[in-house]
């Protein structure tokens, strides 16, 4: 079956433009995650979803940064005034129930930001 | 808060020889613990987690850890490296007391295998 997608794989922006970054999570799945791996670190925390509902976005940076999942499926995060800071891996990943201590994530590949 | 250490970032071992790759973890609670494998323009995929139980664990592709929760460790073994085993390997640990459900990465660390 299909795994998680994300489009684009990379996206070049000038700083100020806004970006808007695409997953599509395995069908069924329950937990979506939001991270951002910075060059040479492991994925931080950006934000988490239950189905539609978005139960933390404690992670988010700045209020530049929004993400949605509107019907509980597809989530798009986007991205304001982008900042060369910003550049970035962003992964999205999903999880099949809710209890996502336990569980498995499925990865993307990820969108490839880089902020000129 | 928890935390996870990946003490070396680069790891270089010739092929058929074996590897061990160190995490440690900090955490005031009881954890689950995870090793996700990531390929270069890939995303990350799951090779094991310990959740409870017998505390050597087996994964994918020949891998194995063992939980050491004296040590707070859960370091990474492979007996013989093969060269498509070259990828950065991530260490993650969640709560398992029912806490926070976000789990935390190390680093990471570069395995590189020679010919």
């Known amino acids: 079956g299909a795994g998680v997608s994300q489009s684009p794989r990379y996206k070049v922006a000038k700083r100020g433009q806004d970006v808007a970054l695409r997953c599509d999570p395995i069908?069924?799945?329950?937990?979506l995650f939001w991270y951002q791996q910075a060059l040479g670190q492991g994925p931080e925390f950006l934000t988490y979803?239950?189905?539609?509902?978005?139960?933390?976005k404690s992670g988010l940076p700045s209020d530049r940064f929004f993400a949605e999942r509107p019907e509980g499926s597809v989530s798009t995060l986007k991205i304001q005034r982008t900042q060369q800071e910003d550049s970035a891996v962003y992964l999205c990943?999903?999880?099949?129930?809710?209890?996502?201590?336990?569980?498995?994530?499925?990865f993307g590949p990820g969108t490839r930001l880089l902020v000129l | 808060a928890q935390s996870v250490t990946q003490l070396d970032s680069q790891v270089p071992v010739f092929e058929e020889a074996p590897v061990e790759l160190r995490c440690n973890y900090s955490?005031?609670?009881?954890?689950?613990l995870f090793w996700y494998v990531q390929y270069p323009n890939q995303g990350l995929q799951l090779l094991l987690k310990?959740?409870?139980?017998?505390?050597l664990v087996k994964g994918i592709n020949g891998f194995e850890a063992e939980f050491n929760k004296s040590q707070t460790s859960f370091h990474l073994r492979k007996p013989s490296v093969h060269i498509s085993d070259t990828a950065e390997y991530f260490c993650?640990?969640?709560?398992?007391?029912?806490?926070?459900?976000?789990?935390?990465f190390g680093r990471g660390t570069s395995l590189i295998v020679h010919p």
């Open positions: 990943a999903s999880s099949l129930g809710d209890e996502t201590r336990a569980e498995t994530q499925y």
């Open positions: 069908s069924g799945h329950v937990s």
């Open positions: 979803f239950q189905n539609e509902a978005q139960l933390d």
């Open positions: 955490s005031s609670v009881s954890v689950y």
């Open positions: 310990y959740l409870s139980g017998s505390t």
């Open positions: 993650a640990v969640s709560d398992a007391s029912g806490g926070s459900y976000i789990p935390t």
